[in-house]
């Protein structure tokens, strides 16, 4: 019997599922009492489980403790025995379960482990584990999930700002280049420099190549033609009123 080795196992489980909202079979049963990371919390015998875990064990006895318990229904409050698996689930299963789903115009945010909470530049983002040791962020995952695949050197940015946000409605692919520009146009971080520009049309390397040829003589004109930018433009370069980081 669950619980044989406490005593009064019977009043411990009629405790439990007086803290559980009984509703129609295949529906959710959700947990009445405290949470913990928005999962139901019990304390029994000495010890603090999630009630999921002390639902599966009540209804179809005692499992390997190593062994994890998932609610099929992604909801973590849900008690439901028809609704607990033992056992890893899918990804994108598991995945659900950390999105908290609102609204379509509405951020989706991930409830799960933030990457970088104290780096401004880089951090902030949700982080989910798939498997083997690997950790990919939950925004990318997101996408690939609700939109499809994502192509190489591509990025996964966010038109709502939010880098917590999974909603895939708030998700657009782009460059390193277009995602600085979306960025300078939202006047959010320092305006883009140089090639990262987006109205850039020169690289660093033919900067560089524009000062050489000029310095050795060659007539502006023929850089204006070479690289189709205006005459006033060469002479900022040349004087290094522009670019003046190359």
Not at 73 to 99: D, M, W, Y
Not at 192 to 197: F, N, R, T
């Amino acid at each position: 019997m669950p619980y044989a080795k406490c005593r009064n196992p019977e009043r411990i489980a009629k405790r439990f599922w007086s803290k559980v909202r009984l509703r129609g079979a295949d529906e959710c049963w959700p947990w009445k009492a405290g949470l913990i990371h928005g999962y139901g919390a019990f304390k029994s015998c000495g010890r603090n489980e999630t009630a999921h875990r002390v639902a599966y064990r009540l209804h179809y006895g005692i499992f390997d403790e190593q062994e994890q318990v998932h609610q099929t229904c992604a909801n973590r409050t849900c008690c439901n025995p028809k609704h607990l698996r033992v056992g890893r689930l899918p990804p994108e299963q598991r995945f659900k379960a950390f999105v908290d789903v609102r609204s379509k115009s509405e951020c989706w945010n991930w409830t799960g482990t933030i990457s970088g909470r104290n780096d401004p530049q880089n951090g902030g983002y949700g982080s989910f584990a798939i498997g083997d040791g690997k950790a990919v962020r939950a925004h990318r995952f997101a996408y690939t999930l609700w939109r499809g695949p994502i192509p190489e050197e591509t990025l996964v940015c966010h038109s709502c700002d939010n880098r917590k946000c999974c909603n895939p409605d708030h998700l657009f692919l782009g460059t390193q280049l277009d995602n600085m520009a979306d960025c300078w146009r939202k006047g959010r971080g320092h305006r883009p420099k140089g090639e990262l520009a987006f109205a850039s049309k020169l690289t660093a390397d033919q900067v560089k190549d524009i000062r050489q040829r000029v310095a050795n003589g060659t007539p502006r004109k023929e850089m204006v033609k070479k690289y189709g930018v205006t005459r006033q433009n060469v002479g900022f370069i040349v004087r290094r009123e522009s670019w003046a980081h190359v």
